[in-house]
């Protein structure tokens, strides 16, 4: 990844989330869930859309239970979400890619289903009441978290997995699905600031299956050894907070931010025609599901 020079901020000294709204798609685990507490304990008011909840009884977070393998259940969320009344919508969904190829109740490739289409559904089933001109200091923010600026590149012509199957490959076209997502939102959606995280390597159950099978004895071995190597999704979340109302990035959509919250550049295959394209294969593995975006 390669430093974003021409763009650089100061977080600012103190965070006060206090009647601040933040949605926080995938925030019932992992990475969303140390965000989901650190906003809720500076006082915002935090909706977590997953399939479980762990969290009840804790101050200022709200769940939104749902099963976001089903494109259908992505646009009930993303119409049920107070579009209108937000600050920031986070994406943190994901899974990695298994060994032997998953297929949803859509027929779609799951990483693929749940790492990217899914988010591309919400946030298309909310945009129109997100993008409604506001006050420069009232631009909702969308951040949408994959690997940008890595150079990893979707197979066009094989977007679902359907002609040959590797799980590093698969999952490459959902990394990639999310760099042309930022991109494509921030050129639709005028009057929001759509922004790129890159996490690095964090220790989330995620990072546990992507060498070795959950369970093994050579899982229990990398977990040890990466344990050493990665930060904790707390640390991270610390580092990536102040992201959310740094008044320096407001009409910087299209921004991607690495795991210090450094400004990167993006893939060098971003461009106009090749998202554009990415995008309409994509529109069309979700059409499969009865879903129009």
């Excluded at 409604?132 to 631009?139: E, G, L, S, V």
């Excluded at 150079?151 to 997995?161: E, K, T």
């Excluded at 076209?173 to 939102?185: H, I, K, P, R, T």
């Excluded at 299956?209 to 229990?220: C, D, M, Q, S």
Aim: aromatic share 8%; net charge positive.
């Amino acid at each position: 990844m390669k430093r974003d020079k021409t763009l650089t901020w100061t977080p600012p000294a103190t965070l006060d989330f206090t009647g601040k709204n933040i949605v926080i798609v995938g925030g019932t685990g992992g990475i969303g869930r140390a965000l989901a507490h650190q906003c809720a304990a500076k006082g915002a008011q935090v909706t977590v859309v997953g399939r479980t909840f762990r969290d009840e009884g804790t101050a200022g977070i709200t769940p939104l239970l749902a099963d976001l393998s089903k494109m259908k259940e992505a646009e009930r969320v993303g119409q049920m979400l107070p579009a209108e009344e937000l600050d920031a919508l986070l994406f943190t969904t994901g899974i990695f890619a298994d060994y032997v190829r998953q297929e949803t109740a859509d027929g779609l490739e799951k990483d693929m289903a749940i790492s990217y289409l899914s988010r591309l559904v919400v946030l298309r089933s909310m945009g129109s009441r997100l993008n409604q001109t506001r006050p420069d200091n009232k631009r909702p923010r969308v951040f949408i978290m994959g690997y940008p600026g890595t150079g990893r590149q979707a197979v066009i012509n094989d977007m679902n997995s359907e002609k040959n199957y590797a799980r590093w490959t698969a999952h490459q076209n959902a990394v990639a699905g999310n760099e042309a997502l930022v991109y494509d939102a921030s050129k639709r959606y005028p009057n929001l600031d759509v922004f790129g995280l890159n996490p690095g390597f964090v220790q989330t159950d995620i990072r546990d299956e992507i060498f070795f099978k959950r369970g093994g004895i050579l899982n229990k071995i990398g977990f040890w050894i990466t344990a050493f190597m990665t930060r904790t999704p707390e640390d991270y979340a610390q580092r990536v907070l102040p992201l959310f109302v740094a008044s320096e990035l407001t009409g910087q959509s299209g921004k991607h931010f690495d795991k210090n919250g450094n400004a990167i550049l993006p893939s060098n295959w971003i461009n106009d025609a090749n998202c554009k394209e990415l995008i309409r294969v994509s529109e069309a593995l979700i059409s499969r599901a009865g879903v129009t975006v």
